[in-house]
């Protein structure tokens, strides 16, 4: 049976102020700055493929552009302290921009896996859009940022992927966990396309 969603609306609110405060929170993780490296290494996206994974992608979506406001106001919900609008200069800002992207397509694929919530499914949703999605806008605005071709940025990238390969497993255990728990957080297409079917 495809995995459902509540539509209350204060319910989804507060869902997503909820994980926009998780992504913030991974920012007291401390960064790490790889000599040689334009962008730092952060826990951040293990909250972002997490927000998609468990809210699904239209409130995943909804919870890191809330997170990413926090950071445009100023408020240093990145690592080191970091935000305001300067850090969308910086190299790092293609990863900061595709952080909502990649949560709702995480999300988009994971309401499409059904329910109950599969592992190999919920890994490979997270590699699309935590890997694949993110690293393509983060290349990208790596390159626009630090002056470097694209083919140079995709392989300074390479540093990240053995760490957000361990992101990816662990979100889908996690999320796993969580849809066992809580039951019906996110709608699947398909169960909307057969409630349409029966009436």
């Known amino acids: 049976m495809p995995l459902t969603r509540s539509t209350s609306p204060s319910r989804d609110a507060a869902m997503i102020a909820v994980f926009a405060g998780f992504v913030a929170a991974l920012g ?7 000599p040689g490296f334009a962008v730092p290494i952060t826990a951040q996206s293990l909250g972002v493929i997490l927000a998609g994974a468990v809210l699904g992608g239209r409130r995943g979506f909804a919870a890191v552009l809330l997170f990413l406001a926090l950071v445009a106001v100023g408020l240093p919900v990145l690592p080191g302290g970091r935000g305001g609008l300067g850090v969308f ?3 790092s800002t293609g990863f900061l921009l595709g952080f909502p992207v990649a949560a709702f397509v995480v999300g988009w694929l994971t309401e499409r896996g059904g329910s109950p919530y599969r592992l190999p499914w ?10 694949v999605v993110l690293y393509s806008a983060g290349i990208v605005g790596m ?12 392989v300074a990238s390479w540093i990240f992927l ?8 662990l979100a889908a255990v996690v999320a796993r966990g969580v849809h066992a728990a809580y039951p019906g957080l996110i ?13």
């Open 28 to 34: 007291l993780v401390p960064m790490f700055q790889p």
């Open 89 to 91: 200069a910086t190299p």
């Open 122 to 131: 919920g890994i490979l949703a997270n590699v699309v859009g935590g890997i």
């Open 143 to 154: 390159a626009a940022v630090a002056g470097m071709s694209v083919e140079a940025a995709a």
């Open 162 to 169: 053995p760490g957000d390969l361990v992101k990816v497993v």
């Open 187 to 199: 709608t699947a297409r398909r169960r909307r396309s057969e409630e349409t079917a029966s009436v």
